[in-house]
């Protein structure tokens, strides 16, 4: 049975880091383009970072280039994003997502079938 499980998260001061994991199951994520979104209460879902199935491309938001790295370790099965830098803005549950059968990646929600439960980030002091 597949499965994605985002980890992570939790509560940090403004200007401090995470490093969230996505870790897949069921499935081999390298066959996958693994997309991170967040969503905030009353905001739609943001596609913020996502890297194609060779790891070869990388796409960021605006809202975070120069803040976030994505990256994948394929002998655990495993996507990360860093964030630093963070503001309180950047407060909202975070989820991965895999996207079958494309070379590229994207950010687009409704392009990913199989999403994780997420995991809550909230930035504050």
């Known amino acids: 049975q597949w499965q994605l499980v985002e980890s992570g998260g939790g509560l940090v001061q403004p200007g401090g880091s995470l490093r969230l994991s996505c870790a897949a199951s069921?499935?081999?994520?390298?066959?996958?383009?693994i997309g991170w979104f967040r969503q905030a209460p009353g905001n739609e879902r943001e596609g913020i970072s996502c890297?194609?199935?060779?790891?070869?491309?990388?796409k960021y938001a605006p809202s975070v280039t120069g803040r976030a790295i994505i990256s994948s370790d394929s002998a655990k099965n495993t996507v990360y994003l860093q964030m630093n830098s963070l503001t309180p803005e950047d407060t909202a549950v975070y989820l991965c997502?895999?996207?079958?059968?494309?070379?590229?990646?994207?950010?687009?929600?409704?392009?990913?079938?199989?999403w994780g439960q997420g995991t809550q980030v909230t930035v504050s002091s």
């Open positions: 997502a895999a996207l079958r059968g494309r070379t590229d990646c994207s950010l687009d929600a409704y392009e990913h079938a199989y």
């Open positions: 069921g499935f081999t994520s390298a066959d996958y383009a």
């Open positions: 890297i194609s199935t060779t790891g070869g491309l990388r």
